[in-house]
């Protein structure tokens, strides 16, 4: 009790008496006896304590090259998730550099700053080592926190377009007052794109960070205005005719990468690129299992699915399955026709009967059988746009609650359900590289 007391007053003194940040931190590392790093949101090192006390090799590299690997970051959350929730330090214990670190949030006024993190190099962390590490952290976020937290960016547009993305700019006149090119305010209309780095293949050994070179090389192809990581997301904020133009570019960069990106609708002022950022956003949670073979995905092709409410499969089968699609699904109950997913394929197919047949492997007059049987069981009729697009958008209701609920282990008891489920899960489980039909919904 007594070191606690005496090392709480040392940390009061260096407070008060330090002309720095990294002055404090030197020093508050000598009383916690281990090395301390303090990231900002975007894994940028912006403070340490000396380095030659870092006995980990990774974060030896890291302090040298002045930012954290994003790969790394990654990698320990995969291994060890962090909490979502955790509103003081925690203990990680990182399978990557085989030990444990210390980790705390640091927040200003509920809005995130960065990061601060203690090294077991030295000596292992103990609970006193936590409860001075959280003081330690306090007294950083008075230093860190507010108008002053700025100069912690090393540019200012990155700064300004995080808080953007965080809703912390309130007004346009405070974001003229901050943004250092005031051009940028009179553009007409943006796209924010979000790019998910999770399954990426940049291999290149001459770059310690693939994710900083893909940034880079994004940036350049695309002359980005703004662009931050965000979220464990590498984030861009492009004007709308620069994305028009280089689209077709950022697909074939997608596809050679390994990456998959999410486009917002167009906006108009930059105040709304919060918002925007939520759109990207979905786009790239909701393409893992709506358009899994899509490598650019923009927010009308998902737009219906963020109108829908959270509700189960069982309440979404009764209260969104179109009459047309009960017929069906109770007829393949009894007589195993699977006419309820030839039609959806159909549909999906642009109505092309040659394009179903390849997309179910059947034979051409398989499929105008099958059809021919939908349209008598089903009681509609082929030549009624309007039907067809009510029976389509049931389909697409419920291919969104079937698929988003595909890793839970529960079994319906309601038949009519199992079997749309099915049908679902066989298109988008398709090989789609053995197919020849370059309009499919599916490909691109």
């Known amino acids: ?24 931190l030197s020093h508050s590392s000598r009383i916690l006896n281990n090395p301390l790093i303090i990231l900002d949101v975007s894994y940028k090192i912006l403070a340490h304590s000396d380095e030659h006390l870092i006995s980990d090799a990774y974060w030896k590299n890291y302090v040298a090259q002045g930012f954290c690997s994003f790969e790394y970051v990654l990698k320990a959350k995969q291994l060890e998730p962090v909490p ?39 000596h292992s962390l103990s609970e006193l080592d936590q409860e001075l590490f959280e003081i330690l952290g306090k007294m950083l976020v008075e230093r860190l926190g507010g108008k002053n937290s700025r100069r912690w960016s090393s540019k200012n547009s990155e ?40 399954h990426q293949k940049f291999t290149d050994r001459n770059y310690p960070d693939p994710w900083k070179e893909i940034q880079k090389r994004l940036q ?46 167009s906006f108009s002022n930059l105040m709304l690129t919060s918002d925007s950022y939520q759109e990207a956003y979905k786009c790239v949670e909701l393409a893992d299992f709506l358009l899994p073979n899509k490598v650019l995905v923009e927010f009308y092709e998902v737009q219906l699915y963020t109108l829908l409410p959270d509700i189960s499969i069982d309440q979404a089968f009764q209260k969104y399955t179109h009459p047309v699609l009960k017929r069906l699904l109770e007829y393949d109950l009894v007589n195993k026709a699977d006419l309820f997913g030839t039609l959806y394929a159909y549909l999906l197919q642009h109505e092309n009967i040659n394009q179903t047949a390849i997309c179910l492997s059947l034979h051409r007059n398989t499929v ?40 839970e282990a529960t079994h319906s008891e309601n038949q009519l359900l199992e079997i749309s489920k099915a049908a679902f899960f ?13 309009s499919c919904e599916f490909r691109h």
């Open 368 to 407: 105008r059988y099958k059809l021919k049987r939908a349209v008598e069981i089903g009681e509609f009729s082929l030549d009624s746009s309007i039907s067809l697009a009510q029976v389509l958008l049931s389909y697409q209701i419920l291919s969104y609650y079937c698929l988003s609920a595909r890793n």
């Open 84 to 122: 979502d929730t955790q509103e003081n330090s925690y203990f990680f214990p990182c399978h990557v550099c085989k030990d444990t670190k210390l980790v705390m949030t640091l927040k200003s006024q509920e809005t995130q700053i960065g990061y601060l993190i203690m090294l077991d190099s030295q």
């Open 159 to 198: 700064l300004v377009f995080l808080d953007l993305l965080a809703g912390m700019i309130h007004s346009n006149g405070e974001l003229a007052d901050r943004l250092e090119d005031k051009t940028l305010i009179k553009m007409d209309y943006w796209r924010v794109l979000v790019c998910d780095l999770s």
């Open 220 to 265: 350049a192809t695309l002359h980005a205005q703004f662009s931050a990581y965000f979220e464990d997301k590498l984030v861009f904020l492009y004007a709308e005719e620069q994305y028009t133009e280089h689209r077709g570019r950022l697909i074939e960069f997608a596809k050679t990468y390994d990456l998959n990106i999410g486009v917002s609708s």
């Open 1 to 24: 009790m007594e070191e606690l007391i005496q090392k709480k007053a040392a940390l009061l003194d260096l407070y008060v008496s330090s002309h720095s940040v990294e002055e404090f």
């Open 426 to 438: 066989r298109n988008v489980e398709t090989n789609c590289a053995a197919c020849t039909i370059q």
